[in-house]
């Protein structure tokens, strides 16, 4: 295990593949939350509004996730709530690249992070969540290190 970093406890380390092969998604209602069947209608039990409006979520853990922060947002215990918001990673400004001796005084893209969720809590902090269901890839707790780094932002991990 990498030094800085600990992956939480039932979480293990896994393929990009692997892990493609085991999420199943689902759909939500953007109006209500409630949840919907991969068809677009409307589970019985949950008739809450006329026209439902679907969002994808990419595993059934995020769905779940999603409504249950829809649902803190609507007693008032959270703020802010959005969903897949990008963070742009940067290297910092360098005299080297690509082995050109150029000044550089930007900073160079490397790539993107995109959280599963990002609000306001109570204290008005910034909170970012993203979901893992069966495991991390090696990509992605570069992405969460280099987050903290860069912006000072530590991505609270759900499973």
Known sequence: ???????????????????????????VCEACGCAISKAGEVAPKTLCCALPRPIWFASQAEARRWRFLLMRQKEGVILDLKRQVPFDLHAPPTKMVRGQSAFHNFPVKLGRYIADFQYRDETGSLVVEDVKGAGLTDIAIWKMKHLEAEYGIKVKLIK
């Open 1 to 27: 295990m990498r030094r800085g970093f600990r992956r939480p406890p039932g979480l293990r380390r896994i393929s990009g593949v692997t892990l493609g092969r085991r999420a199943r998604g689902g759909y």
